[in-house]
Every structure is written in C-alpha cells, then in structure tokens.
C-alpha cells in the first residue's frame, strides 16, 4: 500500500513525487536510495554506498551490508504519482501497479519430459478489493497444471545435488520469469534470482516449517 504526501509535506528535492511506498533496503537501486523518505537516513546511505563504492563494492552488497550492519531491513522511499492507482475507498492512499502480491506457478506442456514452468504475477492493484485472485482467469495455457501460488517470505523447497533445498522467496522478476530466492534463516541476504522454469525442474514446491523443525509439503506431508 502506498500514501500519499500532501503538497505542504513533500520533499523540496523530489516535488513531482506525491507518493511513499515501504520497500526492503536491499531491493532498491543506487538510483532509488536517493528518494529515501527520512533525509538523515538517505544521506547515511548515499556516504555508506560512496565510501564502499571507493574501495571496490558494488551497491547491492554494500546495501545488504549496511542493513546487517545497522538493522535496517526496510525503508519508505518517494515515487512519482503516475506509478500509482488511487485506492477509491481511500483517496489519500494507493497501489503501485508495478509492485506484486503473489506468483502462480504453472507446469505447462511443450513436450518435454517434465514440460515447461512459468511464472503468473499479480500486482497488488488487481487484488485491490480484498479477494484472492482467481488463478483460472490467468492460466497460461488450457492444460496447465498449477503447482503453487507464492506469496513473499513463502518458504519454497528443491532438489539439487540430492539434497533437498530450502530458501525464502523474497521477490519476483516478472520479466524474467524468475524468484529472488534466499536462504530461509538470514534475516538479511543478497538478490540471487532464479528462473522459474530451472527451479519447477528441481521438483519446486511450497512448504512450511514447524516450530520444531520439521519441513512439511502444503498439503501435509512431511519432508523432513
């Protein structure tokens, strides 16, 4: 959900930027760190990325660094107002179109062995009025199999090296077709996108982790 900056309250340096979105810390750009809402905290940052640029780091890591380093995960950031659709139950609030709620993962036929996997999102702009969305309006293909709907944070397993894998899902690139993936027990880690078709191959599936440990599949069975 995005709000909006009333014209007396906006940032001098950014004025055509009537809307604040919540975004993590690591998933924005060098570029994007500089509409960071708190201006304390935007100079902070832009000295950190300067300063770790000098000596050779790139900004995504210098960005996941500074989160660990100073506990900040997620930071509010100002965006331009045509990037946003007008919630009409609340005038002063709204939805980014390019933000997305969940991804529908498909197994489609092409005539390989384990066929072809594909990634359906959904922008948090089509879910406005509250309903799930429903998976069937957006089936890529007539004899598609759905195998997961995955939201952020999700916990997702695969097989590799025959072990079974777990990760978080983190984010989505929509046009790529590919999960941002994480390890499930760092609160803070690096992007490291995924495509949706190489991890369906390795036996994707969404799963749920126990107070205790245990790993069990959606449906109830246990993995591990």
């Known amino acids: 959900m995005s709000r909006y900056v009333p014209p007396e309250r906006r940032d001098p340096n950014w004025p055509e930027h009537e809307w ?3 975004k993590a810390l690591t998933d924005l750009s060098e570029k994007n ?3 960071i809402r708190n201006r304390k905290l935007r100079d902070r940052v832009r000295n950190y990325l300067q300063q770790h640029k000098a000596n050779g780091l790139k900004a995504d890591k210098a960005l996941a660094k500074f989160a660990k380093e100073y506990g900040v ?3 509010r950031i100002l965006i331009k107002n045509q990037t946003i659709s007008p919630a009409a139950s609340a005038p002063y609030k709204g939805y ?3 933000s997305y709620i969940c991804c529908d993962v498909w197994r489609v036929p092409k005539g390989r062995e384990r066929g072809e996997f594909k990634g359906v999102f959904w922008s948090y702009a089509e879910t406005a009025d509250g ?3 429903d998976k069937a309006t957006k089936k890529p293909h007539p004899a598609a199999r759905f195998i997961a709907r995955l939201f952020k944070d999700d916990i997702v397993a695969y097989e590799e090296g025959g072990r079974t894998i777990l990760v978080r899902v983190a984010g989505f690139s929509t046009t790529n077709n590919k999960l941002d993936i994480r390890p ?3 609160a803070v880690s690096e992007q490291s996108y ?5 991890l369906g191959a390795k036996g ?3 799963v749920r982790i126990s107070p205790d440990g245990l790993v069990f599949g959606v449906e109830g069975e246990t993995i591990s």
């Open 20 to 22: 604040v979105v919540r």
């Open 33 to 35: 760190c500089e509409t």
């Open 73 to 75: 995960r997620h930071v």
């Open 96 to 98: 980014a179109p390019v």
């Open 131 to 133: 309903q799930a969305p």
């Open 184 to 186: 499930h027990h760092l």
């Open 194 to 198: 995924v495509g949706i078709n190489v």
């Open 204 to 206: 994707l599936k969404k």
